[in-house]
């Protein structure tokens, strides 16, 4: 989403650790903490961030690849992957980037099999130095992951919570997107 870049987001005591560690990832020669755990009620930043991560690779980093995906399509690209029998492209497709960002993790939780991949995956990434960024609305030890193994790697990670902003921060936010409507719309008042 090319408007959701960090020059956009607003930055508060609801989500400054968030910022904070999303800006250090991209300014780093190798991933500072991994993986990194935003979590948050719905609407306070969090896909917002991913994508301004993966703006930020694009823009500053020639030659490094961001991969951003929500829990939903992850786990339909490994469903459709296992029906055909052909696991090692959706394998290349999720373990060949330096960034993988995967939103709304809390729908792959209780599903055995994807969360086997995922935990693999997770860790296959981790293992070549590559960053992975996730995103639920429950941190980390409080999803409902069959797999003991998995929870354990996502509580070993930086977990950043995001919570509701305050007057100030929803005001700032406020006028930022009326700054980038009159973008759009130069007669707005």
């Known amino acids: 989403?090319?408007?959701f870049t960090f020059d956009s987001f607003r930055v508060g005591p609801a989500n400054e650790v968030a910022a904070a560690a999303a800006r250090t990832m991209v300014s780093a020669a190798s991933p500072p903490f991994n993986p990194v755990f935003f979590y948050g009620d719905y609407g306070v930043g969090k896909t917002h961030l991913m994508h301004a991560v993966c703006s930020a690779v694009q823009q500053n980093m020639p030659g490094r690849k961001a991969l951003y995906l929500t829990a939903e399509e992850f786990l339909s690209g490994f469903?459709?992957?296992m029906k055909e029998r052909d696991?090692?492209?959706f394998k290349e497709t999720v373990r060949s980037v330096d960034y993988l960002l995967i939103d709304d993790v809390h729908f792959i939780a209780g599903?055995?099999?994807t969360e086997d991949e995922?935990?693999?995956?997770i860790a296959a990434l981790i293992a070549e130095n590559k960053q992975v960024v996730l995103a639920s609305h429950k941190p980390p030890q409080d999803l409902p992951m069959s797999d003991n193994r998995l929870r354990s790697l996502l509580?070993?990670?930086?977990?950043?919570p995001l919570s509701k902003p305050d007057l100030d921060l929803r005001r700032q936010i406020l006028d930022c997107?009326?700054?980038?409507?009159?973008?759009?719309y130069p007669a707005l008042d």
């Open 118 to 121: 995922f935990l693999h995956t």
């Open 79 to 81: 469903v459709t992957a």
């Open 87 to 89: 696991t090692i492209k």
């Open 155 to 160: 509580i070993g990670g930086l977990s950043c």
């Open 1 to 3: 989403e090319p408007r």
């Open 111 to 113: 599903k055995p099999k």
């Open 177 to 184: 997107k009326i700054a980038q409507a009159k973008c759009h």
